[in-house]
């Protein structure tokens, strides 16, 4: 049995005027999904527990069938199990975004999708001027990076779990007067990012950036903090190999924790941009190797963090014809197989943000018995009386368990 797992991040929305009444994921042309739909179930799942944020990290983490309440120490900690960073027991990891800011309103949670390049720029210069030899800025992806926190006897960390930061991707076209970090350590927190204010005024790279037309980062914003997490591996769970195939270092990190191999796609991106296409040929190729491999497909949340319908649509499709049609084709001619399709949680248009709530996810395959469905969106599964709440038990259904 081959299993697939094919992740839209944040496609789930509420119905849009400009749609006449639709979601995008109804609105848009996604015949095989609509045909996973029609040949197996939808369902409807919560990942996003409340005392958490809506974030991608719980939401993941609870997708792939471990409980966030058991399981959840923060985001940037998953980040950095992408890069093989070792965290001590002791040790904290903080996410650090390169951001735009403009009258104390968030313009860009991205710093116009600042390049790997240039925000390591940025961050070296950060590196040489903050004064703490505890502190550790190690650049990642375009604006996703991190910050290390490593204590010492002398200087233990300030944090708790009390600490609470906002996501920047939460405020963005918003004031960010009220969400400065807060709790125990929060202000060291906000000295960093006051802090980078000054060391990023007139950096080279942004000097570069401004004369051709493009955002300034103006400081680094610092979110999702915590420790070291332990996840059981999932063969050990499962009995099954697996594989992540992702450009985003938050499900890298995942994978890494729970035992999963990553195959690295050439051109995937992160953005709208990715090669939805060489996604889908990748993951026909892995499943070769392995026993159940993941998309995750970064294009529909960013699309929506951006408030554009037309992208998040566009994205859509390109999901549907480029990766869910071939990776379908192709386990329909090997044998027995089942194949789930899911977001990990909603994000609106219509706020750019993140939301809690049920998101629908559809299953077909080997021993799955078709209900009444024809299409995949979020009316038919508020319709479906096919439930899993909280959302981790959504890979036990899955894997027939």
């Not at 906002?166 to 960093?192: C, M, V, W, Y």
């Not at 004369?211 to 063969?235: C, D, I, M, Y």
């Not at 998309?295 to 480029?322: F, N, Q, R, T, Y």
Request: with cysteine; charged share 20%.
């Amino acid at each position: 049995m081959k299993y697939v797992i094919i992740i839209p991040d944040g496609c789930a929305d509420e119905p849009q005027e400009s749609l006449g009444g639709k979601t995008p994921l109804a609105a848009a042309n996604t015949p095989t999904m609509d045909k996973i739909a029609a040949a197996g179930v939808v369902g409807r799942a919560n990942h996003t527990p409340t005392q958490f944020e809506a974030g991608s990290a719980v939401a993941n983490m609870s997708l792939l069938g471990y409980d966030p309440v058991a399981n959840y120490t923060g985001r940037a900690p998953l980040e950095a199990a992408a890069q093989g960073i070792e965290l001590a027991p002791e040790d904290w990891c903080i996410r650090c975004n390169v951001v735009t800011v403009k009258e104390q309103t968030m313009h860009s949670f991205t710093a116009g999708h600042i390049s790997s390049e240039e925000a390591k720029e940025l961050l070296v210069t950060a590196q040489e001027k903050v004064n703490d030899d505890r502190l550790e800025f190690i650049p990642g992806v375009s604006y996703r990076n991190l910050l290390m926190l490593r204590p010492t006897a002398d200087q233990p960390a300030p944090f708790s779990n009390e600490t609470r930061a906002t996501p920047p991707h939460d405020l963005t076209d918003k004031s960010i007067a009220e969400d400065f970090p807060r709790g125990p350590g929060s202000q060291l927190l906000n000295d960093l990012m006051s802090q980078s204010m000054e060391w990023f005024d007139r950096h080279p790279v942004n000097a570069n950036r401004i004369a051709n037309g493009k955002p300034p980062a103006t400081n680094v914003w610092l979110w999702g903090l915590g420790q070291r997490p332990s996840l059981e591996s999932f063969q050990e769970r499962h009995g099954l190999k697996g594989a992540m195939i992702t450009a985003v270092d938050l499900l890298r990190g995942l994978a890494a924790l729970i035992g999963w191999d990553r195959v690295e796609v050439p051109g995937a991106t992160g953005y709208t941009d990715t090669d939805y296409a060489a996604k889908g040929r990748y993951a026909i190729e892995a499943l070769g190797k392995y026993d159940i491999v993941c998309v995750h497909v970064e294009a529909p949340d960013e699309s929506s963090h951006e408030g554009d319908v037309g992208k998040k649509i566009a994205s859509l499709e390109a999901i549907d014809k480029d990766i869910v049609a071939p990776v379908l084709a192709h386990l329909e001619s090997q044998g027995d197989f089942r194949i789930l399709v899911s977001p990990d949680h909603p994000t609106y248009i219509s706020t750019k943000t993140h939301t809690h709530g049920d998101v629908p996810f559809t299953i077909c395959g080997t021993g799955i018995d078709p209900d009444s469905s024809s299409s995949y969106d979020e009316e038919t599964a508020t319709a479906s009386d096919l439930a899993k709440l909280p959302g981790w038990h959504v890979m036990e259904y899955f894997l027939g368990k």
